[in-house]
């Protein structure tokens, strides 16, 4: 079983910066990837980013430009520094991890971008 635990969400002011974290663990597993989905409400979970164990990166084009995502292989964590926040980045953020046992989630953090 995977576990997955999120911080660094909260509220910040439009063009503002945040960095969620997100550490992995459990018994004998392995990644293929990690990365972020994002919830608004009343709309359905899109992805943010995700980066594979070999540093490829798929990210949003909304976020483009303004997120980037890094991973620690040693220490299983996997990192989201958020620059140049927008209101429409209000969302609940949840950790993912992908590996042979299929797709693994958090329990969510809260990004609430407003003046």
């Known amino acids: 079983q995977v576990r997955l635990v999120e911080s660094g969400g909260g509220l910040v002011q439009p063009g503002g910066s945040l960095r969620l974290s997100c550490a992995a663990s459990g018994s004998k597993f392995r990644i293929y990837a990690m990365g972020w989905h994002r919830q608004a409400p009343g709309k359905q979970r899109e992805l943010v980013a995700t980066i594979t164990r070999d540093n490829v990166v798929t990210s949003s084009d909304s976020v483009k430009g303004r997120f980037t995502i890094s991973m620690d292989n040693q220490k299983n964590t996997v990192s989201l520094q958020m620059n140049s926040l927008k209101p429409e980045d209000t969302a609940v953020y949840y950790c993912?991890?992908?590996?042979?046992?299929?797709?693994?989630w958090g329990q969510g953090t809260q990004v609430a971008v407003s003046s």
């Open positions: 993912y991890l992908g590996n042979p046992q299929g797709s693994h």
